[in-house]
């Protein structure tokens, strides 16, 4: 184990993020976030005007950091580690969040047809007043895409909760070409940069 006897909790929502963590078995226990704006989202996670993805990547992986944290005070929770990240899919400055409806995934998956884009994704842990911070940036290409099979992966479902509308574990496989950098990092949680990080505070 990773962490033992103790365990870490983890901010997301992500079945992939606790796939990954079950791979390197760290022990955890899930912290879900408020997502719906109607009740008060806790991590506003808007784009603001002119800010470049690796300063919106950190800036929103902190924040659920920080909400994770404020969860567990409130709730009267052990004091144990928040592990939270946020993974965002950019061409140059544009970026690319989970899509709104099936004409924005489409949209998504053609501007990314036949180009290398870039893969962010931050991951921090926070106890206490401590924070760490680590970000993994990867290069993917996507080949050539016709448009039925666009379609095809549009209506399988499969693009709504993903950034970039894609996930390089399912059927959107078969649309990389290349990639240089950090396959589990592309999934969206990097786990070289999570064991690290975990390994500083304190794990064995």
């Known amino acids: ?36 704006p109607a009740r008060g989202r806790d991590v506003d996670e808007d784009v603001t005007s002119g800010e470049a993805p690796l300063d919106y990547v950190k800036r929103i992986c902190l924040a659920k950091a920080e909400a994770g944290w404020k969860r567990v ?10 592990l939270a990240a946020d993974t965002t899919v950019c061409l140059g400055d544009r970026i ?12 998504t998956l053609r501007s990314l047809s036949g180009r290398e884009h870039t893969v962010l ?8 007043d401590r924070v760490e911070l680590a970000v993994s940036e990867s290069a993917v290409r996507f080949r050539d895409l016709e448009d ?13 909760d993903k950034a970039g509308a ?12 290349e990639i240089r950098g950090s396959y589990s ?18 794990a064995t």
Do not use: W
């Open 1 to 36: 184990m990773l962490v033992s006897p103790s365990y870490i909790y983890l901010a997301s929502r992500s079945l992939r993020r606790r796939e990954l963590l079950q791979q390197i078995q760290v022990d955890h226990e899930l912290l879900l976030l408020r997502i719906n």
């Open 96 to 107: 690319f969040g989970s899509p709104a409806g099936a004409d924005e995934a489409r949209a």
């Open 185 to 202: 990092g592309v999934m969206g949680l990097p786990l070289y940069e999570t064991a690290s990080m975990l390994k500083k505070f304190g």
């Open 121 to 128: 994704t931050a991951v921090a842990l926070k106890l206490e």
């Open 166 to 177: 894609y996930a390089i574990q399912g059927r959107a496989a078969a649309f990389i070409s």
């Open 73 to 82: 005070i409130q709730r009267k929770r052990p004091r144990k580690a928040v």
């Open 148 to 160: 039925d099979e666009v379609e095809r992966y549009v209506q399988c479902g499969e693009p709504f």
